[in-house]
């Protein structure tokens, strides 16, 4: 069972673009939901996160949107450079379920110079 | 070291063969995460420890995974029997303490390969 949904797999901007990565839940326990950066041949390195008692969180060009009706959280990206060429991944944990992720199936973004 | 260490960083082994995987995590942390990132099932939550204690392992895809943790500290991974299915990236994180919102750091991974 998929617990968090991802969109889209892949996606392709000009540099200076922002692109928007989605993600939709289904466990209504999850209370904190992550977002993390990998690189090829390295493991995943955390963006920002936020909980659900905010709707929005910024962390220098990086912002998440989270809609707790909806069950849905988003990641923009402000001024997009081609360093930010990587896979990018959503996640979400609980609390009874301590601090064990369940991630999304990830974004490769491509960012064109 | 600063990071989340993981050895081997690559194993290929034949199938049927039993392999180890080693992971470090950073300093003072008390909880330790595994995670398997494959093609076909993304990342994948296996075990985790509080200190030396495991204390869910429904996790583990099936008895030929164990997992230990001694001292506190370096956490072994170990697969039986490997399938060809086992081939994967396996992935270690740690964070200070086990409790929601507190960072996980991950290594760079062990890349298994069955042959």
């Known amino acids: 069972q998929q617990q968090v949904k991802q969109s889209p797999q892949s996606l392709i901007v000009q540099k200076g673009g922002i692109p928007i990565i989605n993600c939709a839940y289904e466990n209504t326990a999850f209370d904190y939901f992550p977002w993390y950066q990998q690189f090829p041949g390295k493991g995943p390195a955390l963006l920002i996160a936020i909980r659900p008692d905010v709707s929005e969180k910024k962390e220098g060009r990086f912002t998440i949107s989270f809609n707790k009706s909806a069950k849905q959280f988003s990641l923009h990206i402000m001024d997009s450079q081609p360093g930010d060429s990587a896979t990018y991944f959503c996640?979400?944990?609980?609390?009874?379920?301590?601090?064990?992720?369940?991630f999304g199936g990830g974004t490769r973004l491509m960012v064109k110079p | 070291g600063a990071g989340v260490s993981q050895s081997p960083s690559n194993k290929v082994t034949e199938k049927g063969k039993d392999v180890e995987l080693r992971c470090d995590p950073i300093?003072?942390?008390?909880?330790l995460y595994w995670y398997r990132q494959s093609l076909g099932q993304g990342l994948e939550f296996l075990i985790y420890f509080q200190g030396n204690s495991a204390p869910d392992k429904s996790g583990l895809p099936s008895d030929r995974f164990s997992a230990e943790r001694t001292g506190g500290s370096v956490s072994t991974l170990t697969i039986q029997r490997t399938q060809q299915e086992d081939s994967a990236v396996y992935l270690c994180?740690?964070?200070?303490?086990?409790?929601?919102?507190?960072?996980?750091?991950f290594g760079d991974g062990t890349r298994l390969s069955i042959l």
């Open positions: 300093s003072g942390h008390t909880a």
């Open positions: 996640a979400a944990s609980n609390t009874n379920a301590g601090n064990m992720l369940t």
């Open positions: 994180a740690s964070s200070l303490v086990w409790q929601v919102g507190r960072p996980q750091h």
